[in-house]
């Protein structure tokens, strides 16, 4: 019973009122001595409830008996009762929805987000539900031990159509039904990316990942210029080792082994 009184309450009603319905649904009609009794609201209350409830339309009164001098009262069905507070709460949901989006509109500031996300775990969470509600492209490179644990990941993503394009630090090359490239292993050319795993999905959010024991954390934007920056970081990474792959000899040869000739200058 209190629950439904809770309930009632929460609809608009207050505690009295609510009582008296509750009472009046299962001993109608009654006079107001009798709700007095049954709903357990004080006698010098009653009337003054009953007034409102009246004016309010949640009870009717009904004459009978001492040549109908005696007034009783009856409540509104409470399927009537329902159907009044469902249309209304429906006219408000319709006016709410219409006038936040025009307020919404009229802001001249663009949000994105961007955020910290400590642990190894939590990041690789955010990593896993972004490529899952991925709906047009994926790029991420990383190394084998996160692609591990992204590969189902990506496979359900590919056959929803969403085109994903990988890089892959440390991996040997494998058959992967779309574009995925595999690193230049010789030293600091390698090791420079310790780490680190970074995503961009669909255009619209970046998510860089340092999994460095220590601290592991990722940083999460959907910010145009931390996107574009970080898809052309990817891209230029796979750019540069597709060059490295397809002329490996003279490319070690001009600038070393590891690439020290190049990468030691900055």
Same mark, same amino acid.
């Given at each position: 019973?209190?629950?439904?009184?809770?309930?009632? #309450?929460?609809?608009?009603?207050?505690?009295?009122?609510?009582?008296? +319905?509750?009472?009046?649904?299962?001993?109608? $009609?009654?006079?107001?001595?009798?709700?007095?009794?049954?709903?357990?609201?004080?006698?010098? #209350?009653?009337?003054?409830?009953?007034?409102?409830?009246?004016?309010?339309?949640?009870?009717?009164?009904?004459?009978?008996?001492?040549?109908? #001098?005696?007034?009783?009262?009856? $409540?509104?069905? +409470?399927?009537?009762?329902?159907?009044?507070?469902?249309?209304?709460?429906?006219?408000?949901?319709?006016?709410?929805?219409?006038?936040?989006?025009?307020?919404?509109?009229?802001?001249?500031?663009?949000?994105?987000?961007?955020?910290?996300?400590?642990?190894? =775990?939590?990041?690789?969470?955010?990593?896993?539900?972004?490529?899952?509600?991925?709906? =047009?492209?994926?790029?991420?490179?990383?190394? #084998?031990?996160?692609?591990?644990?992204?590969?189902?990941?990506?496979?359900?993503?590919?056959?929803?159509?969403?085109?994903?394009?990988?890089?892959?630090?440390?991996?040997?090359?494998?058959?992967?039904?779309?574009?995925?490239?595999?690193?230049?292993?010789?030293?600091?050319?390698?090791?420079?990316?310790?780490?680190?795993?970074?995503?961009?999905?669909?255009?619209?959010?970046?998510?860089?990942?340092? =999994?460095?024991?220590?601290? $592991?954390?990722?940083?999460?934007?959907?910010?145009?210029?931390?996107? =574009?920056?970080?898809?052309?970081?990817?891209?230029?990474?796979?750019?540069?080792?597709?060059?490295?792959?397809?002329?490996?000899? $003279?490319?070690?040869?001009?600038?070393?082994?590891?690439?020290?000739?190049?990468?030691?200058?900055?």
């Amino acid at each position: 019973m209190e629950e439904i009184i809770s309930t009632l #309450k929460e609809f608009g009603m207050t505690e009295y009122e609510a009582k008296i +319905y509750i009472t009046l649904l299962s001993h109608q $009609p009654s006079n107001g001595n009798t709700i007095a009794k049954l709903s357990g609201v004080p006698a010098p #209350k009653v009337y003054g409830v009953l007034q409102k409830m009246k004016e309010h339309g949640l009870v009717f009164t009904v004459s009978g008996g001492d040549n109908g #001098k005696k007034v009783r009262y009856s $409540p509104l069905p +409470y399927k009537d009762l329902l159907k009044s507070k469902k249309d209304t709460f429906m006219e408000h949901l319709d006016f709410l929805d219409q006038s936040l989006e025009e307020v919404s509109s009229r802001s001249d500031v663009e949000w994105s987000e961007l955020f910290l996300i400590e642990g190894y =775990s939590s990041s690789m969470e955010v990593v896993q539900t972004a490529i899952t509600e991925c709906e =047009s492209q994926v790029i991420i490179s990383c190394w #084998k031990r996160e692609f591990d644990l992204l590969k189902e990941f990506l496979l359900k993503t590919h056959q929803r159509g969403v085109k994903v394009v990988t890089l892959i630090f440390d991996d040997e090359p494998e058959e992967l039904p779309w574009n995925s490239f595999t690193h230049y292993k010789e030293g600091v050319a390698l090791g420079r990316h310790r780490g680190e795993l970074s995503i961009v999905v669909d255009d619209k959010k970046a998510i860089l990942l340092q =999994s460095l024991e220590e601290s $592991p954390h990722s940083v999460v934007s959907s910010h145009p210029v931390m996107v =574009s920056t970080t898809r052309n970081y990817i891209r230029h990474d796979i750019y540069v080792n597709r060059m490295i792959n397809d002329f490996e000899e $003279p490319i070690t040869e001009y600038y070393g082994k590891s690439l020290e000739n190049l990468i030691n200058d900055f």
